[in-house]
């Protein structure tokens, strides 16, 4: 347990038990521990924790094989917690004083809990559970009487159901319990006429859990498949169809057990099924591993210094990296669902980093901030109808006099540019250099601030010299000086000449030829 305030207090909290879930109060005073198995006393114990204390002020003591899940009325001081597929009981606490309120059971397991916002006047407290092929709304009346009304959902084409995720779902007075399937369909159930109201097949990978925010009407659905779905249910009818239907919003390496989200459901923290927690801000589509064990299967394709302390690696599957140079520690990573990066720069005169993608799109990055993120306008793309789009692939730093520095750009489909970056985040792409388009894919771009010259060396062994000149313009023009076919010739028509361009030769292309060689 940690308090992230300015002076920061941690504590560990140790157990005689294995734990299962974790629950924290509306007012974030109090947290609920429970255990996964019996003990010695053959007891699965809730632990009710002061959280500025970190002290257990009590111990719930009914269920007897474990315990699945647990929430906190927003309303009242209750808990309710339900057991594990061993035990299928339900129980509501008065978690202050420790005192049990009302217990009951099902014959099918629970493998989902969630309390009504709202209450009727005649309850204290009512809530759902699910499992198997049953939704149930429990009631707890003013004598501490547990009452409840089932609701069964008919199987599709003879195949038996299992209900693993629920949420309630508000709207226009109506309450619809949505849940999800093992088999990767959701359904809407209707608890003011107890039917179903819709289905839909979203997958054929089980849902682990659905999150729904009845003030944003917008709904996010985990699944095995490791895919996040938002459906956005502000709509006349909240039913599930094809044109309405929920849309992936990132793939993750892993699965995500549960979501933290805030108020507006735009930013969030997931726990992953590898023990992982990540950053989501649904806003940007960004995704940010902030603990867990490097992917293997994510392999580094480009590297780039950003400053003394930090260094960047961009990977195969498109996210960016941030490292501590001294330690090799992951400081940070982004993920941004559907953009692949191509390159990164770095503004050390205010700490940022451009980040370039596949899809004409620029994003600045902080790293004073991780979290920061700024999508700047789409890059223009000169390709014509029915051609390949192009997009940046690489740049290169270039020094003028008076500390006026500037870019050369390469696109994948071979376009040059002259580029520079504003004091408030614009991309300004100068001027092209016209030429053919050619796939540029691999290219490696090299500056030379002696002579003024800029190398392509492309994936074909085709070679490209560049002088650059700024003459009266505020930005520098570019002329083709040399090129030619490394396989053919590897050294162009400039670099037969041995006089006085031999220290030309050395450096401009000495660094060509060691791509290549």
């Known amino acids: 347990m940690e308090q992230l305030q300015s002076e920061r207090k941690q504590k560990v909290v140790l157990f005689n038990d294995y734990l299962s879930t974790i629950a924290l109060s509306p007012n974030g005073d109090t947290m609920a521990v429970s255990a996964a198995c019996f003990d010695s006393n053959i007891q699965a114990n809730i632990y009710i924790i002061d959280c500025y204390s970190f002290k257990v002020t009590k111990t719930l003591k009914f269920h007897v094989k474990g315990v699945q899940a647990m929430q906190f009325s927003e309303v009242g001081n209750y808990l309710v917690s339900v057991s594990n597929f061993k035990e299928s009981t339900v129980a509501v606490w008065d978690y202050v004083n420790g005192n049990l309120l009302s217990t009951s059971y099902t014959v099918n397991k629970i493998n989902g809990l969630k309390i009504k916002e709202k209450t009727s006047a005649e309850f204290q407290l009512e809530f759902i559970t699910a499992g198997g092929d049953q939704v149930i709304l429990w ?44 088999d990767g369909e959701l359904i809407m159930v209707d608890l003011n006429t107890f039917e ?19 003030l944003t009407r917008k709904a996010l659905i985990t699944s095995i498949d490791a895919k996040i779905y938002h459906w956005d249910y502000n709509i006349k009818r909240v039913k599930i169809k094809d044109e309405n239907a929920p849309e992936a919003v990132f793939k993750l390496e892993c ?11 735009t930013e969030g923290l997931a726990g992953l099924m590898d023990g992982g927690i990540a950053y989501l801000n649904f806003k940007e589509k960004l995704l940010t591993k902030l603990v867990g064990a490097p992917s293997h299967d994510n392999p580094i394709v480009k590297v780039r210094s950003i400053n003394d302390e930090i260094f960047a690696t961009i990977h195969s599957l498109g996210g960016i990296k941030l490292w501590g140079t001294t330690t090799g520690e ?34 600045v990055l902080s790293i004073d901030d991780f ?37 050369f750009t390469l696109t994948n489909n071979g376009l040059l540019y002259t580029t520079q970056f504003s004091e408030n985040d614009e991309v300004n792409f100068i001027e ?24 392509i060396a492309y994936n074909d062994a085709f070679v490209q010299i560049f002088r650059y000149k700024r003459g009266s313009d505020p930005y520098p023009s570019l002329y083709l000086l040399d090129e030619w076919q490394m396989m053919d010739d590897p050294h162009g028509e400039l670099g037969q000449k041995e006089d006085i361009l031999s220290r030309f030769n050395r450096e401009v292309y000495g660094k060509v030829v060691k791509v290549f060689y």
């Open 330 to 363: 992951e400081l940070t990573n982004y993920y941004f669902s559907g953009l692949n990066c191509t390159d990164l720069i770095f503004d050390e005169s205010r700490d940022r980093i451009f980040a370039f993608f596949d899809k004409d799109q620029v994003k």
């Open 139 to 182: 009631s707890l009346k003013r004598d501490n009487e547990l009452i409840h009304s089932d609701i069964f959902v008919k199987p599709k084409k003879g195949i038996s159901i299992e209900i693993s995720a629920v949420d309630l779902v508000e709207k226009d007075k109506r309450i619809y319990a949505f849940c999800g399937t093992t």
């Open 371 to 407: 979290m920061s993120v700024k999508t700047l306008q789409e890059v223009e793309a000169f390709s014509q109808p029915g051609e390949k789009a192009d997009y940046v692939i690489q740049n290169v730093k270039a020094e003028e006099e008076e500390d006026v520095f500037f870019y």
């Open 196 to 214: 179903v109201d819709s289905r839909f097949q979203l997958t054929n990978q089980e849902i682990i859990q659905i999150f729904a925010n009845n």
């Open 255 to 265: 699965p995500v057990t549960t979501l933290t989200l805030d108020d507006e459901s």
């Open 432 to 455: 092209v250099f016209e030429q053919d388009k050619k796939d540029a894919s691999g290219a490696f771009l090299t500056v030379s601030n002696t002579f003024k010259t800029l190398a």
